[in-house]
Each structure stands twice: as structure tokens, then as C-alpha cells.
């Protein structure tokens, strides 16, 4: 289920192959299923160019090696989960900003028949989050574009080893892609705020992703 930034969605009768979000043009996008390489070497030599000519390389090049191993290791732990697309804030000097990300994937339940098949959409999508994450955590519901979508909220501890030195507030949505049961879409908000992932910094990024998510569009083929 590729991204769709710019097309428009066609006939609602169509089948849904896509989505697309509206975000601020300083977000990069990396496909993760294909296309992955060249959208970091992208990144990388945008964010590299940037550097002052004459900077010493003693800083330099210290400097461009530790920004391409985070950028690299938080690739691969959104492909570790067979995520569809990373999406990380750029600053407008071209360094990457490691501190927030969205990550889009796609779960296929399988198929299931007799009464389990009529099994209620929102109990669904809970049985996903609860399998994901806490369940002690912020837990609504609502639509996106049509379609039935659970919002999750909590806060996660550090995890060092897994490249997370700091507690991160995280934000996930899932959604029943329409017309298709066994289809849902997650897309998951991860942020350390200021430092800390209940902070000022934090609630304000946390309501610009909501605002995020009300964009989102099916793409139907």
C-alpha cells in the first residue's frame, strides 16, 4: 500500500491500493518495501551538503558517520516491524531530526469464516493495539476519510538497546482499510519532545499528528 502524496482519490467504488497524508515539506519520506537506498543516500547527501564549506574534517567527518549510523539504525528498526514508510522531520539546513518519526504499515488478518467472521470492527482494531503495546493507555475512536480508526496513546520507557536513550510518547492509529475487513492500516507517532515525552514540546507535536491524521486520503485504483 504505497503513499500518494499528490494524486487525488479516484471513484469510491474503486478498491483502496494506497493512502496519502499532507505533511510540511521539511518531512522526508522513505519508502521501506522498495526504493529504500535511494531515498537515505538522498537524504544523507542533502543533510551532507549542507556543511559549511572549510569545516575541519577532523569535526566532519565524525560528524557525518554518527548522523548516517542513527539515521540507518532507525531505518532498519521501522523495517524490523515490515513497515510500508518511514517519514522523518529534515530542517531546512538539511540535518535529519531523529527526534519524532511516523512509521505506515499494513497488518492482513486472515480470513476468517462462521461467527468469528462477523467479529466487531472496533474490537478488532483493539486486539491490535492490545498485541502492539500498554494497555494502560489513551484509547479512542472515531473515523478517518470514512473509514472506522482507533487512536492509542502512551508513554514508553528507554530502551537503550534498541537505539532509544530517552522515553518517547507514541501515537498510533488504526484503521479498516474500507471494503476490505481483513485490511488495516497503522501509522504510529513516536517522539521524545524536549527530552522529555510528557513536555510542552511533546502535547504540541502530539496534537500536530493528530491534525496530521485528519488528512489522511484512501488512494483507490
Known sequence: M?????????????PVTGYRLILPDDWAQIPLRHGTEEAVRHILDEAFSRIPPGSPEDKVGPYKRELERR????????QEGNALDLYLPARSEGSVNLGASIVVSETILPRRR???????PTDIAVQLLASR???N?????????????????????????????????????????????????AAVFSTVGG??????????????????????RWRRG
Do not use: C, N
Open 2 to 14: 504505497p503513499p500518494e502524496q499528490k494524486e487525488s482519490v479516484s471513484s469510491a467504488s474503486a
Open 71 to 78: 539515521f540507518r539504525a532507525a531505518v532498519s528498526r521501522a
Open 114 to 120: 462462521g461467527p468469528a467472521a462477523q467479529a466487531d
Open 133 to 135: 503495546g500498554p494497555g
Open 137 to 185: 493507555a489513551d484509547l479512542s475512536s472515531g473515523e478517518l476519510d470514512g473509514a472506522l480508526a482507533v487512536r492509542h496513546e502512551h508513554t514508553a520507557p528507554a530502551d537503550p538497546d534498541r537505539g532509544a536513550g530517552l522515553g518517547s510518547r507514541r501515537v498510533e492509529y488504526i484503521a479498516s482499510v474500507p471494503d476490505a475487513p481483513e485490511r488495516w492500516l
Open 195 to 216: 527530552g522529555d515525552p510528557r513536555d510542552e514540546l511533546a502535547d504540541a507535536l502530539v496534537e500536530w499528528f493528530d491534525a496530521v491524521m485528519a488528512t489522511l
